[in-house]
């Protein structure tokens, strides 16, 4: 059986956000920040064009290095991508926490580790003279961990990148005052909804079985399987998934551990 994944998407939250701050705009001030990523996740917000343009109607954007030159750090919301992956990034997210009273880690990188954790299955020294060379010295490096690790997060917008959708869904809810969950079933259902051939019909390992749900089965819509990026919908599934590769589809659990790894789905991903 595939051990469990020390980390992955926390189980839905049903509480209410907290109440903005009151400030002379009376408006939430939401700041927008990066760890070691592509950045993938903020680049989205911008890319909402339209819907960017109704959000700013109803909130304050005080920070964001990707769109504007002001900095201010009376935070309510903070949305962070990227992986703590550097000491430098574990001091800017304590330092993120303390401003921010509420902190939303968003995409696979902040939520699970991400890509980055892939670093955390290699030779320290190997990497970072393939990367660096002989500067390799100046650079300090760390294992890559989600937010969660090393602070409290709030809520996660899951995704490699996070879906736009889920991010609307997740503002409109903040300004409501109404509750945010993220789905709590798997992307088969998703899959399966849209009547999508099967990747196990092609012999592919697609690890829709125990993957959150949320992205309407993109991979599989594409002809891809799909790798986890919103993380693990729940410890039980993933036993499930070991059992039936093993019984119905004779798949090395070897493989399937290579594919929890990309996202970080599953940082241990060692074979009992
Ligand atoms: S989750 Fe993906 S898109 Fe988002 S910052 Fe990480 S690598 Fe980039
Ligand atoms: S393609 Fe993947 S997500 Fe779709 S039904 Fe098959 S296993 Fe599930
Ligand atoms: S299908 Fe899987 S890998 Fe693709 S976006 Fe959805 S959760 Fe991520």
Redo the contacts with the bound molecule.
């Keep these: 059986m595939i051990s469990a994944p020390e980390r992955f998407c926390p189980t839905p939250q049903a509480e209410q956000l907290p109440a903005p701050s009151a400030g002379p705009t009376a408006k939430p001030r939401i700041a927008i920040f990066s760890l070691t990523s592509c950045e993938g996740c903020s680049l989205a917000i911008l890319e909402l064009e339209d819907e960017l343009l109704a959000i700013l109607g109803a909130v304050e954007i005080v920070n964001f290095r990707e769109g504007m030159s002001e900095r201010a750090w009376d935070i309510d919301i903070g949305f962070v991508d990227g992986a703590v992956s550097t000491p430098h990034d574990e001091q800017q997210i304590r330092r993120l926490r303390e401003h921010c009273k509420t902190l939303v880690a968003i995409g696979a990188c902040a939520c699970l580790g991400g890509v980055n954790t892939l670093k955390n299955h290699q030779s320290e020294e190997a990497y970072r003279r393939y990367v660096y060379g002989d500067r390799a010295r100046l650079f300090p490096t760390l294992a890559a961990q989600p937010l969660s690790a090393v602070v409290k997060v709030d809520y996660e917008l899951p995704g490699c990148p996070m879906t736009n959708e889920e991010f609307l869904r997740f503002v409109k809810c903040m300004l409501a005052g109404r509750p945010f969950k993220l789905p709590n079933y798997?992307?088969?259902v998703?899959?399966?909804r849209r009547g999508?051939?099967?990747?196990?019909e092609s012999g592919?390992i697609?690890?829709?079985?125990v993957?959150r749900a949320g992205c309407d089965?993109i991979c599989?819509q594409y002809g891809t399987?799909?790798e986890a990026c919103r993380g693990i919908v729940s410890d039980e599934a993933l036993a499930a998934l070991g059992r039936n590769m093993r019984e119905r589809y004779d798949v090395p659990l070897d493989d399937v551990v290579a594919s929890l790894r990309l996202f970080g789905a599953s940082q241990k991903g060692e074979l009992p």
């Excluded at 697609?206 to 079985?209: D, K, Q, R």
């Design positions: 798997a992307v088969c998703e899959c399966k999508i051939l099967c990747r196990y592919d697609c690890l829709g079985p993957a089965a599989p399987a799909c």
